[in-house]
């Protein structure tokens, strides 16, 4: 039986400003909003229930640049929310310290990425001190998962490291195929199924939704444990409508959605 899943608008944030980057490249960066607090609050009106935020320069430096940016995102969602909102956010979260600067800003869940592979140890003591408030991200090229802001490609495969994860007790994994990140080429569904079919915790889609339809063909892998999907570049191109898509796979009525998107496998 399908369920529903939860959609993350991406807040990518590059000196204090809303960007999508094509493949991760920082070369190929796109700015889409200026201010990222008037970005949350046009998500929220939409019916954002859930945000992913990434510091890209956090990425790179090592530990968290764009606090002040991530304040403001957490301030409107306390002054103008009308429901409860999870935010997530990653990008240089390399150290405890650095994770409790986000936790004490009032993020929900923090993303670690390079640490899983270069510390692992740190988290498991993590996941122990702050239980279900720790997302490992796997970005993945060619099966193999790239740190340092993507900057550079280990020789750890994905779905080791996942399982590994999953052990050590994380809340949830974000996987990224980076060859679809920023290109709107569609989510790559046989490496999300292989990956959620080997662990017991929810995995969280990321790159290459570009439509309704790549959302709905997420929806096939929801009895395997894929739980929801970020979508970026889409939904500030306008290609996604974020209302359209909560009510679609986030309520459960892709039934309702127009049969020439192809949706009638789903039904």
């Not at 607090?37 to 935020?53: D, F």
């Not at 923090?110 to 140890?121: D, H, N, W």
Request: hydrophobic share 45%; charged share 20%.
């Amino acid at each position: 039986m399908l369920k529903i899943m939860d959609i993350f608008p991406a807040i990518d944030l590059l000196d204090g400003k809303c960007v999508r980057l094509y493949q991760g490249d920082y070369d190929k960066s796109q700015v889409f909003n200026d201010n990222p607090a008037a970005m949350t609050r046009s998500w929220l009106e939409q019916g954002a229930n859930k945000l992913h935020l990434v510091d890209l320069d956090g990425a790179k430096a090592g530990h968290p640049v764009n606090l002040a940016a991530i304040a403001s995102i957490v301030e409107m969602v306390k002054t103008t929310a009308s429901q409860p909102v999870q935010i997530q956010v990653g990008g240089g979260l390399r150290t405890e310290a650095s994770v409790l600067q986000l936790l004490n800003l009032g993020i929900d869940r923090v993303i670690l990425g390079t640490v899983a592979v270069e510390q692992p140890q740190l988290v498991q003591e993590l996941c122990q001190k702050y239980p279900q408030q720790i997302v490992v991200g796997i970005d993945a090229r060619d099966g193999k998962v790239a740190i340092k802001g993507w900057l550079e490609t280990s020789q750890v495969l994905a779905t080791d490291l996942a399982k590994r994860m999953a052990a050590m007790g994380v809340a949830a994994i974000i996987y990224t195929d980076i060859y679809r990140d920023g290109t709107m080429t569609g989510p790559n569904l046989e490496s999300l199924r292989e990956l959620a079919s080997g662990i017991e915790i929810p995995v969280i889609a990321s790159g290459g939704v570009s439509s309704l339809r790549d959302l709905l063909s997420l929806l096939s892998l929801s009895t395997v444990g894929v739980t929801g999907a970020i979508v970026g570049r889409a939904l500030y191109t306008g290609e996604v409508n974020l209302t359209e898509a909560i009510r679609a796979v986030g309520e459960g009525r892709w039934q309702d959605v127009p049969s020439d998107l192809g949706t009638t496998s789903f039904a």
